[in-house]
């Protein structure tokens, strides 16, 4: 069945991707890895925004009640029906255990009555074919092998990437040791009576504050002395619960507290607050503070990804995940690849942020290739990417 399947799918290629690793519920139809036909996100922010994180009973209870009118919207926004797919793929981890086991059950339970191969993918490697699929659909070639710096609320990775023989192989060259730098972004905005997610609220109010004006220093790390089995772990560490403790400290001496909680509560009593509302309620001080915070976390970002690539000789850099949605981010990376002729490549905002377009790009090289999920296919919240190097 399969590799009849698996044949008529290398004609079309046409596959319904399924995504609910975290609190966004998406569902799209994308062909031959290349063509976008329906994205369609059904996004849980205004559940999670008043507890200022994803609850995962929650996200898992919405996932469910979201999963079918996604679909149903995904096919009729394609103009394709169940019959017409050929495939289904679903994100399998890393993730929140329930809400994965939403999205697997669902298109497990649709491949099964379908007849049709289920594709299991790494979310992460989402990240990564959501720049490619891009490429793909505007005839932009991306030169291997690549460095992929994958920056999310959840990950702060760098993997080598490179396609051989129609699969994608992926080396993990860097990781965070504790928060991901859009869970910096998040606790930072949270402490400063932000909105939820806080990335996109920082990313607005940076840019009234200076940069220079908090003088958070270079983040280093002591990494242990290159040993031949130490050579397993990852070269570029980042960390950022530091920087974090740093602006906690910088609000206790600096006396912020209390324009915290009356920005809270003003805040609180908006309808669907937006970054926007907050300006008139930050003082010039929280405003250098905003944006001394974030161009630190990008300061470090841009050093250690760029230092990775001339180790490795990459031939071009992609940057994808939420935290790539920030303007300031992708306005340094871009001066900095430019300087040095180096191609770089961010996915459009909207496929920055976690979607199933994604899902179904990285699942197409896997049509092709007949690399089904088992039967026994489940939620693996922790699953890895590549090994390590
Ligand atoms: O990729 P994503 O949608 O979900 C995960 O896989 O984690 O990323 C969400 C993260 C959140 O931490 C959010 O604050 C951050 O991406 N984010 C941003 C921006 N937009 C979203 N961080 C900085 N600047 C932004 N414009
Ligand atoms: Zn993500």
Redesign the pocket.
């Known amino acids: 069945m399969q590799s009849e399947t698996s044949q008529h799918g290398a004609k079309t290629g046409l596959i319904l991707g399924i995504e609910s690793?975290?609190d966004?519920t998406s569902a799209a139809v994308v062909e031959a890895g290349a063509r976008v036909l329906s994205n369609v996100v059904a996004s849980q922010v205004r559940t999670h925004a008043r507890y200022g994180g994803v609850v995962p009973e929650l996200a898992s209870r919405e996932h469910l009640q979201n999963i079918v009118p996604v679909v149903r919207a995904a096919l009729e926004q394609a103009s394709v029906t169940l019959d017409q797919l050929d495939a289904i793929a679903v994100t399998e981890g890393p993730g929140l255990a329930g809400a994965l086991l939403v999205g697997i059950l669902y298109a497990k339970g649709l491949a099964f009555a379908l007849n049709k191969p289920l594709i299991a993918v790494n979310?992460l490697e989402g990240?990564i074919h959501a720049v490619l699929l891009e490429a793909r659909q505007q005839h932009n070639a991306i030169a291997a092998p690549l460095l992929a710096l994958v920056v999310?609320?959840?990950?702060t990775h760098l993997y080598l990437a490179e396609e051989r023989i129609g699969v994608w192989h992926y080396r993990n060259v860097g990781k965070t040791l504790d928060d991901a730098a859009?869970?910096a972004?998040?606790k930072v905005a949270k402490l400063l009576g932000l909105g939820y997610?806080?990335?996109?609220w920082?990313?607005w109010l940076a840019q009234h504050g200076d940069a220079r004006a908090v003088p958070f220093g270079p983040i280093n790390i002591k990494q242990k002395p290159y040993r031949e089995p130490a050579a397993q772990s990852p070269r570029f560490l980042f960390s950022f619960s530091g920087l974090k403790t740093a602006v906690l400290r910088y609000v206790e001496t600096r006396n912020l507290q209390a324009q915290i909680t009356a920005r809270r509560t003003a805040l609180a009593a908006i309808e669907n607050p937006g970054p926007q509302d907050a300006l008139a309620l930050c003082d010039k001080e929280t405003l250098n503070l905003i944006a001394s915070f974030q161009r630190a976390v990008i300061d470090d970002l841009l050093r250690k990804t760029f230092a990775a690539a001339e180790t490795f000789h990459v031939r071009s850099l992609v940057v994808s995940?939420?935290?790539a949605?920030?303007?300031e981010?992708r306005r340094r990376f871009m001066q900095e690849a430019n300087q040095r002729g180096l191609p770089l490549a961010f996915p459009s905002i909207a496929l920055?942020?976690?979607n199933a377009a994604m899902i179904a790009a990285a699942a197409w090289p896997r049509l092709a290739a007949g690399s089904f999920a088992p039967e026994g296919l489940s939620a693996a919240p922790s699953l890895a990417l590549g090994h390590n190097l």
């Open positions: 690793s975290c966004e979310h990240h999310s609320g959840g990950h859009g869970e972004f998040d997610p806080g990335g996109p920082i990313d995940g939420g935290v949605a920030n303007r981010l920055s942020t976690d």
